[in-house]
């Protein structure tokens, strides 16, 4: 307690210093521009109901979830991992078999196919839209026959300049495609929704996403033999316990009131007298990167949090016009500082989870310089996956975006 309150009176001085001395007092976060008091208000109403019919829910948001990226079919998870070892699995891929991802990603990817014993097999992003790169993937395919199933990471939001050639080279050598749009809710692509060009995808609503249910992954197909294999794999699972639903729940509203709130520097300290951070449950590095099943993997989206998610899918739209407008801005930023704004392919309408920028080394290893522009920084990915410390060779365009890219919010 004495702690907590020694903290409120050291962040409410800074704002206060900081208001005095012209500097923003709250910057533009990564995380958590979604969540609004709305939402907030669903997840305390949930804390102690007992009453809730968790399959309705579930299949409202689920059904909502189709008519949003149009995609026949909708089964959702506990965390977004969970969603692509569901995709893995409705392909009926077996231990050893071989999966091609970007060397360009979050380790969660990884740690999906790893828990299923199947085998990596890593291709070079370009530098464009930070996509797969369509002259590393022929030559994994070339050096590596027999690769059952690609990932195609839909980076930051964005349609990578090689997706043509890449779904093309897909259907013709039989390799099955898992989209993955975990950056990517609502963004389109010559007037499909992402999500409907590959066998099947996955996405997320993680506290970092589009929208965001705190934990949560939903996994898509317009195949009518594949959504019975997600929809067995999911029956298969139990909803997590109330307890961890309920640490979840005032996870979401602390990470509101800490990263959210209009005025954080007051609500945050004062929510950590009420809400102990130890119900904050995330996979450390360690539990990523082992092959066996971290502890409460294997589980559905509970029903609050899908009524969360309900609510979340209200704003997408104006969230996505809202990332798109910022983005502008950042365009502009990036030509007048001369730096590598992404590319946008014809044709395509991204929805700009983070700004990435391309820049030099120092920058990112020091961003002390953004505090100027009232943001914070990312560092969307610091490694091949990111967060772990993992070395990859024969990777060089990953290896610079490693070095050198970061990414703006777009989204306050």
């Known amino acids: 307690m004495l702690r907590s309150i020694a903290s409120f009176c050291y962040r409410i001085t800074r704002a206060l210093w900081a208001y005095l001395l012209g500097k923003p007092i709250n910057l533009i976060r990564l995380n958590y521009g979604t969540v609004g008091s709305d939402d907030v208000r669903i997840a305390r109403k949930f804390l102690y109901n007992r009453q809730l019919d ?9 059904k909502e979830f189709s008519q949003v990226t149009g995609c026949r ?50 291709c070079d992003i370009e530098l464009d839209s ?42 013709k050598e039989g390799i099955s495609i898992i989209e993955d749009c975990c950056h990517a809710t609502g963004a389109s692509y010559r007037g499909k929704k992402l999500g409907n060009f590959g066998d099947l995808a996955y996405y997320s609503s993680e506290r970092s996403k589009v929208f965001s249910t705190y934990q949560g992954g939903i996994a898509v197909t317009n195949d009518d033999e594949l959504a019975i294999k997600l929809r067995n794999y999911q029956a298969s699972m139990n909803y997590p316990s109330r307890r961890l639903t309920k640490a979840y ?14 005025y954080r520097k007051i609500t945050g300290p004062i929510s950590n007298l009420f809400l102990a951070r130890s119900t904050r449950r995330y996979l450390t590095a360690k539990e990523s990167i082992q092959r066996e099943p971290p ?30 407008l910022t983005s502008k801005r950042w365009f502009t930023w990036c ?3 001369e730096l590598q704004a992404p590319t946008v392919i014809p044709e395509s309408e991204p929805v700009f989870l983070r700004f990435p920028v391309l820049t030099d080394r120092s920058r990112k290893e020091d961003r002390a310089w953004a505090a100027l522009l009232g943001v914070e920084v990312g560092v969307w990915f610091k490694s091949y996956l990111h967060p772990v410390d ?16 970061i990414n703006f919010p777009t989204l306050e």
């Open 54 to 62: 968790q399959d309705q829910v579930v299949e409202a948001f689920e």
């Open 73 to 122: 079919y909708s089964y959702s998870f506990l965390k977004g991992r969970v969603a692509l070892s569901a995709c893995l699995h409705a392909l009926d891929l077996k231990p050893g078999d071989q999966v091609l991802i970007p060397a360009f990603t979050c380790v969660a990817v990884a740690n999906a196919c790893w828990v299923l014993d199947l085998q990596l097999r890593f």
């Open 130 to 171: 930070f996509g797969l790169c369509f002259e590393s993937f022929s030559d994994r395919l070339e050096k590596h026959p027999g690769i059952k199933a690609v990932i195609i990471q839909h980076t930051f939001g964005l349609v990578c300049r090689d997706f043509d050639k890449l779904l093309d080279a897909c259907r």
């Open 249 to 262: 729940l005032r996870s979401y509203i602390w990470g509101y009131y800490n990263l959210g709130h209009p």
């Open 295 to 324: 502890t409460n993997y294997f589980l559905r989206m509970p029903g609050p949090l899908a009524a969360i998610g309900l609510n979340q899918l209200k704003k997408l739209d104006d969230h996505i016009s809202i990332r798109r």
């Open 335 to 337: 030509q007048e500082n």
């Open 390 to 405: 993992f070395h990859l060779f024969n990777c060089p365009n990953a290896e610079k975006a490693i070095r050198c890219c």
